[in-house]
Structures are given as structure tokens and as C-alpha cells.
Nanobody, 114 residues
Framework: VQLQASGGGLVQAGGYLRLSCTAS????????MAWYRQAPGQERELVAS???????TYAKPVKGRFIISRDNFGDAVYLQMNSLKPEDTAVYYC?????????WGQGTLVTVSS
């Protein structure tokens, strides 16, 4: 499995970003996907997940602001992040479980300035 995340950057509070993650070497449409994030000095935490059939879940801090989606033709998963807050600053990782092992992309840094 290869996961390649992109789309991070520096944005002001209240702004938006769209993260993308492309997957290769898996039958993408059959996999549940998720975004996690890790802020400096903190544990990695789940942000949002999407099942192979499109069902979604969100962590409480991002519910109503972030939207996870997927494109099974393009083997990609997205995270639309709106109304960003300084506390959203973190490295964001896309991830999936392949044959019982969680696989991580390289992460993309999101910095939200106040």
C-alpha cells in the first residue's frame, strides 16, 4: 500500500483547505479510509473516516466543519476543512488497514494562524 497526502499549508483562522490522498497498490474501493492528525507534543488522533460504502464519521472537534469524501475512480480520499481554527494545526495523515496492519501516508502539515 502506498498513500500520498497533499494539500497542507498555512492558512488564517476561518479559512479553508482541502487535503487529498491518493492510494496505490490496493483495490481502493474495497478499503475503509481515514484521516488522523498529530499536533506537536500530542497523540495522533482520528479526525474523520469513510467506509468503502461511503459511510462517514467525524471526531467531535471537527464535526460540522470538515467533510471527508472519496473518489473510487481516482483512488483518492479527500478532507475538506472549513472554518479552520488554530487548534487544527497538526500534521494530517491518511490511513487505511491492509491485511490487519494500519498503513500511513507521509503526512501533510496544516498550520492555522490566529
Amino acid at each position: 500500500v502506498q498513500l500520498q497526502a497533499s494539500g497542507g499549508g498555512l492558512v488564517q483562522a476561518g479559512g479553508y483547505l482541502r487535503l487529498s490522498c491518493t492510494a496505490s497498490r490496493i483495490m481502493f474501493r474495497a478499503y475503509d479510509m481515514a484521516w488522523y492528525r498529530q499536533a506537536p507534543g500530542q497523540e495522533r488522533e482520528l479526525v474523520a473516516s469513510i467506509t468503502s460504502e461511503g459511510g462517514t464519521t467525524y471526531a467531535k472537534p471537527v464535526k460540522g466543519r470538515f467533510i471527508i469524501s472519496r473518489d473510487n475512480f481516482g483512488d483518492a480520499v479527500y478532507l475538506q476543512m472549513n472554518s479552520l481554527k488554530p487548534e487544527d494545526t497538526a500534521v494530517y495523515y491518511c490511513t487505511t488497514v491492509d491485511r490487519g496492519v494500519r498503513r500511513w501516508g507521509q503526512g501533510t502539515l496544516v498550520t492555522v494562524s490566529s
